[in-house]
């Protein structure tokens, strides 16, 4: 991830995949992927609060300094991401809700889309853990589905969790699935992600490092894979 002439060889490679609608980044990363004509005809997705260091003591004061909807509405992409860690006991917390509402009412009065990545969210030794059992998932997508004065341009980024079929029961609203860390059983992997798909709520995934970097490194061959499933 490092290297980022590598990186974007990589996102090209997985762009050119049939099957494969768009990508989602910051502005640096999309802006190299439109000079290098790799967008043409993609969705494209914004990413917009990039504040929330990790390993940082402000880590869940994850403020909006990526994109805003207004320079996502003029550069022509389909949406923006954000992302929503709720810790129980962070103050902090509560200034993301706030920001996350905003960000979700400004995309839809633009007809933009609003993606929407929730966790329930813990310190543990110092560090941030995301709460990956069923009631938290849970928790946290009824609680991204409500914010804002309306929900008709916002998608939920969900993590494959233990009893999936729980958690999308929880709200009606169109769900991308999360692709997660770098897994050495790939197949396991795939199975998750086919049995999850199979719910009529899930309209596809949005997978980084995965697919980016897979244990065999044929980025192709793991695209096409994923692909597959779908």
Known sequence: ?????????????????????GVLGTADVLEDLLLLGALEGKVVIGSMNRGGLAGTVFELDDRFTGYHATRI??????????????????????????SCARAVD??????????VEPFISHRVDGAVRNDLDTAPV?????????????????????PVVEDMEQVLAATTLPVLLLGGEVSADQHQQLAA??????????????????????????????????????
């Open 73 to 98: 509405d003029r550069m022509g992409w389909q949406g923006g991401k954000m992302l929503l860690r709720i810790d129980p006991d962070d103050p902090a917390s509560v200034a993301t809700l706030h």
């Open 1 to 21: 991830m490092a290297d980022r002439t590598e990186l974007l060889r990589r996102l090209v490679t997985a762009l050119q995949r049939p099957g494969v609608d």
């Open 193 to 230: 992600w086919r049995k999850a798909l199979g719910s009529p709520s899930v309209r596809g995934m949005v997978v980084g490092r995965s697919l980016l970097f897979p244990p065999d490194g044929d980025v192709a061959g793991a695209v096409d894979a994923t692909v597959g499933l779908m």
């Open 138 to 158: 849970i928790r946290s997508c009824t609680v991204a589905a409500g914010l804002g004065s309306t929900s008709a341009h916002t998608w939920l980024k969900l």
């Open 106 to 115: 400004e995309l839809a009065e633009r007809g933009l889309m609003a993606m």
